[in-house]
């Protein structure tokens, strides 16, 4: 069978900028001085797997080694400095929630331009729109502008666009339990209810979760992968790395 | 490999109508007058420009329906202005989407352009029918006017490209654009008429038809006005230097979308 995703040799670096180099009259004094502006910072060094088609994978590693990078390269948002990224179906990225919401739109208009970013044509919205009102439990608040809406409500409505929405390949960055008691319960269910269905990547600092959800988990540790495999085993790796 | 969708992949489309819908409907929100805004800008320019150029400094005086003639002006340039001062500062508005989703960036330029279009359709609505009160006789030559405007707009496009680009790293680059219209304004026959700068020097007054807006700007009297407008096609002589408008849209629109789509990939990082 084809892997959902097939990560090989992948390497990624960022240019920082030193001080401020964010401006022309900085860029032209470095140039005309020699120097560089920027130090390079090596985020990612060779990371290769893959991801089987219905599998649920945690990604998991402490702040700054390099998972966001990771999800942000999967979702084509960066380019790699070289190594490939293969991706086998339609991919939908939450590195965030609500992206694209704007509180001066009403409930209604922030779900069809958060579908539309994500690559959803209107129709599919159409399709799943009942599903994700209902999921969110915001009937009677989809006329109104986000702005009225409790911080709660608006993370009800962003969870629910991700999970409801339809894709090959869901990929999601520390997004899970939002919401009160009764809410994050029903997302957990639903969570259960996608294993085996839906091929997932989930960025989590919830071992628990890890624990919970996934069939496999890899862990990245300075920019390379050091244990990838059993759920529980890797959740004992990653607490590990304080001691 | 990521799928790179077509140009005009049909997703990309709905997403080009879903931003362009969000931003045309929060431009005007909160203000009582609205939309209207639209429409007023303009028009409230033009009326300075009148009060001070045709009636005191009566700029004009020997051109049919100055007025039109000079409302034709301001409603290009806003247009120019305002097409190539939103689609600059594209990128870095927009820098929370790019960097959390994936898709063509040319399309958040172009989305934040088209409200200027259809700003523009509206305003030239204003103009025909301003025309028409003041006395200028409909011809067949109102018919080949959108093509000057889509002109118009492949040179703000071309230029909103290139400099957008550069201004996701150097973000001084939407400042400098901003005093550079200012100078650009006066470069272009808005104000006064070209006539008045041939009567002081022929020469000068060819320069000044070179540029891409003066061009249009006349372009679009000439059809729609008055027929003894001065155009850069008959006032200069050369074939080559009547085509130099056209081949600097052309430069521009080119180069700003290689360059364009060459720094794009880098966009989520840098913005």
């Known amino acids: ?59 998991i590693g402490r702040n700054g080694s390099g998972k966001s990078t990771l999800l942000k390269l999967l979702a084509g948002i960066y380019v790699p400095d070289s190594g490939k990224v293969e991706i086998d179906g339609t991919l939908v990225p939450f590195i965030e929630l609500g992206v694209g919401f ?42 109104q502008k986000l702005k009225n809406y409790s911080s709660g409500m608006q993370v009800r409505l962003a969870f629910s666009i991700a999970i409801r929405a339809k894709g090959d390949i869901l990929i999601l960055d520390e997004v899970l339990a939002v919401g009160d008691a009764e809410f994050q319960q029903k997302c957990n269910d639903y969570f259960a209810s996608l294993h085996g269905n839906q091929t997932v990547v989930l960025v989590t600092h919830s071992m628990e979760n890890v624990r919970k959800f996934c069939d496999r988990a890899i862990l990245i540790e300075q920019g390379k992968i050091v244990k990838e495999g059993d759920p529980d085993e890797v959740a004992d790796a990653y607490l590990k790395l304080w001691d | 490999m990521v799928k790179i969708p077509r140009v005009w992949d049909r997703k990309n489309m709905i997403l080009l109508k879903e931003l362009t819908k969000t931003d045309f409907k929060l431009r005007y929100q909160g203000s009582v007058l609205g939309y209207l805004w639209a429409i007023l800008r303009p028009l409230l320019m ?66 934040s352009t088209l409200t ?75 104000i006064y008429p070209i006539s008045m700068a041939a009567a002081m020097s022929p020469t000068a007054a060819k320069i000044l ?20 407008t001065v155009t850069t096609w008959n006032y200069i002589d050369n074939i080559w230097w009547k085509a130099v408008p056209i081949i600097i849209i052309v430069v521009l629109l080119v180069v700003g979308a290689l360059y364009f789509r060459k720094k794009s990939k880098y966009f989520a990082e840098e913005v």
């Open chain 1, 1 to 59: 069978m084809k892997s959902a995703i097939k990560v090989t040799g992948l390497h990624k670096s960022f240019n920082l900028p030193n001080e401020k180099a964010a401006g022309l009259k900085q860029a032209i004094f470095n140039y005309l001085k020699g120097i560089k502006g920027y130090k390079k910072q090596k985020v990612l060094k060779g990371i290769s797997f893959e991801i089987q088609p219905g599998e649920f994978v945690g990604i």
């Open chain 2, 116 to 190: 200027a279009v259809i700003n523009l359709c509206i305003n030239i609505l204003v103009v025909v029918i301003f025309a028409l009160i003041s006395g200028v006789s409909p011809s067949l030559s109102w018919l080949i006017v959108p093509m000057f405007i889509v002109e118009l707009y492949a040179l703000s496009l071309g230029i909103s490209f290139l400099l957008g680009a550069i201004n996701v790293k150097y973000r001084d680059v939407a400042s400098i654009w901003e005093v550079l219209t200012q100078a650009l304004f006066y470069t272009a026959p808005i």
């Open chain 1, 102 to 143: 704007n509180p001066e739109l009403t409930g209604r208009e922030n779900i069809y331009l958060n579908g539309a970013l994500l690559g959803f044509s209107n129709k599919e919205m159409d399709a799943m729109y009942d599903e994700i009102v209902k999921f969110a439990e915001l009937e009677d608040f989809m006329g």
């Open chain 2, 209 to 228: 038809l070179l540029n891409p807006i003066s061009q249009v700007i006349q372009d679009v009297r000439y059809n729609l006005i008055t027929k003894e």
């Open chain 2, 46 to 111: 033009f009326a300075i420009l009148y009060v001070v150029f045709s009636q005191i400094l009566k700029f004009g005086d020997d051109i049919p329906h100055y007025p039109v003639y000079l409302l034709t002006g301001t409603v290009l340039w806003s247009f120019f202005s305002e097409c190539t001062g939103q689609g600059i500062q594209a990128m870095v508005m927009r820098g929370d989407l790019i960097r959390k989703v994936s898709f063509p960036k040319y399309i958040v330029v172009v989305s």
